[in-house]
């Protein structure tokens, strides 16, 4: 018989090679599965390895829509109050198929000076080819968006996120040839994939979104570089995560992601991730003749030079230049990444009120813009003459970004290849810069970096104003 040490010591032999076995398994359960975008990538080569959270907030991490679908009409819909036509707007991101079904307010007998454009209508929800299920029904307005909400798993989305995805699916209904009907369909789930790293010299931000594809291959990528030291040059990219990365003169791959997004594995094959500003990073020097520039006068629609500024100020008067768009109440939502960081934090009124506080000397206030909220062009400064200059930044007009209530990366044009004054004054692209130009020409005050201090930028450019400041070449305090 076996001693009662030899049984002691062959169970714990047995209870360690069962933990041993346990623990081994679920380390290779815990294991990441990755989705590889290039391979061969050598081994030398450095990699960027980026932890990406998901977070609930207002940004549009996935948005899709369809339009043009036609009704057509329900078999056996002879009865007076039976619904006659029905459109199919299939399976939506959520596994749910959705169908409206609709009929014309004469069938339901509504008084109304505008009755043509009421309908009744039920939407159902569909699952899995199960009884349908009425979500909404009652009387609608053409035109007008109808708002279900959305709930999607974080596994369909592929996302590190422990709650459903919510969302909206926004239904609109119109009839240009009755009585058949269209409609389109928009689907919004909100939130923000992002991470960032840090290598010696800079801060490597990203951010993740969605199209009308959740493919991880068909996912939009926005880097942004931060050089920690502030005499080398930030860079920034936004396109599609399988394409070749240009963040300045680097040239990066996404080499891999985690299948549930929660990692990011980034290849620099060529250049440099961060490098120096140029020494003429500007052309623009205190105490001497601001270049001479033409832009297209956005409200006006007229050719304005730096020439016509001056006289408009008069020699007793200045010219304030704004390089930045102006400030949104409400700002568009920017699908596949980060607003730009050129957004004035005050609005033109209050800017024009810091700017002419107590001055007695013309003032000429001119913004130059890369963007413009329709809302405002339409409703505030077309047909009206503001007391400011609204120039276009881009060379040419039409490049300008009018702003909805969505940017995706489609619609923004890409800057580093239009020509604009900031880049010709090698002004940096991303920042608020803030300007003071005397009546002979002369640059006064300059800031190249103005953004978080745009209220003291401007204070400092009134109090050189009242003083009657000329320009004069050591005037770097300012």
């Known amino acids: 018989m076996k001693s009662q040490n030899q049984i002691l010591t062959n169970t714990i032999l047995y209870v360690s090679i ?71 707007f299939g399976a939506e991101v959520d596994g749910n198929q959705y169908v409206v079904m609709v009929k014309d307010s004469s069938d339901v007998g509504i008084i109304s000076q505008n009755s043509e454009r009421l309908v009744m209508a039920k939407v159902l929800r569909i699952k899995d080819k199960k009884k349908p299920e009425t979500v909404k029904e009652g009387i609608i307005s053409l ?35 009755p009585p058949v009907y269209e409609g389109r369909c928009r689907t919004v789930l909100y939130g923000t994939l992002s991470g960032s790293t840090s290598t010696e010299a800079a801060l490597l931000d990203t951010s993740i979104a969605c199209r009308s594809s959740l493919e991880l291959k068909d996912r939009y990528l926005s880097l942004s570089l931060t050089p920690f030291d502030e005499q080398m040059a930030p860079a920034a990219y936004n396109g599609r995560i399988s394409d070749t990365l240009m963040l300045g003169s680097a040239k990066l791959v996404v080499e891999k992601m985690a299948s549930d997004s929660s990692e990011l594995v980034i290849a620099l094959l060529d250049g440099d991730l961060v490098q120096a500003r140029k020494q003429d990073d500007t052309l623009v020097t205190i105490g001497k003749p601001f270049p001479d520039f033409a832009r297209v006068e956005l409200v006006k629609r007229q050719l304005v030079t730096l020439d016509d500024l001056i006289k408009e100020a008069s020699v007793d008067g200045y010219v304030v230049l704004i390089f930045g768009d102006f400030k949104q109440a409400m700002p568009p939502q920017y699908f596949g990444g980060r607003p730009p960081m050129r957004g004035l934090s005050l609005d033109e009124m209050m800017i024009s009120e810091i700017l002419k506080k107590d001055t007695e000397k013309p003032v000429v206030i001119t913004f130059i813009c890369q963007q413009l909220s329709l809302a405002d062009l339409y409703e505030k400064w077309l047909g009206h003459d503001p007391e400011f200059h609204i120039l276009s930044d881009f060379s040419n007009p039409l490049k300008i970004q009018f702003l909805g209530i969505s940017m995706e990366p489609h619609m923004m044009p890409p800057q580093d290849r239009e020509e604009t004054l900031r880049g010709n004054l090698k002004l940096d692209i991303q920042k608020v810069v803030t300007g003071l130009v005397d009546g002979n020409g002369d640059l006064i005050y300059l800031n190249t970096d103005a953004g978080n201090e745009l209220a003291g930028s401007l204070v400092q450019i009134n109090k050189l104003i009242r003083e009657g400041k000329k320009a004069q070449l050591d005037q770097d305090q300012y």
């Open 18 to 88: 069962f933990l041993l076995t346990v623990l081994s398994s679920q380390i290779k359960a815990e294991e990441k599965q990755w989705v590889v975008f290039r391979d061969n990538i050598p081994q030398e080569i450095e990699r960027f390895h980026i932890k990406m959270e998901f977070t609930q907030s207002s940004a549009r991490f996935y948005d899709s829509s369809q339009q043009g679908i036609k009704s057509e009409e329900i078999e056996g819909s002879k009865k007076k109050d039976a619904y006659k036509h029905q459109l199919d």
């Open 143 to 177: 035109h007008r968006d109808l708002e279900l909400p959305l709930e999607v798993s974080p596994e369909q989305l592929s996302v590190p996120f422990n709650e459903p995805i919510k969302g909206t699916l926004e239904i609109n209904l119109y009839s240009n040839n």
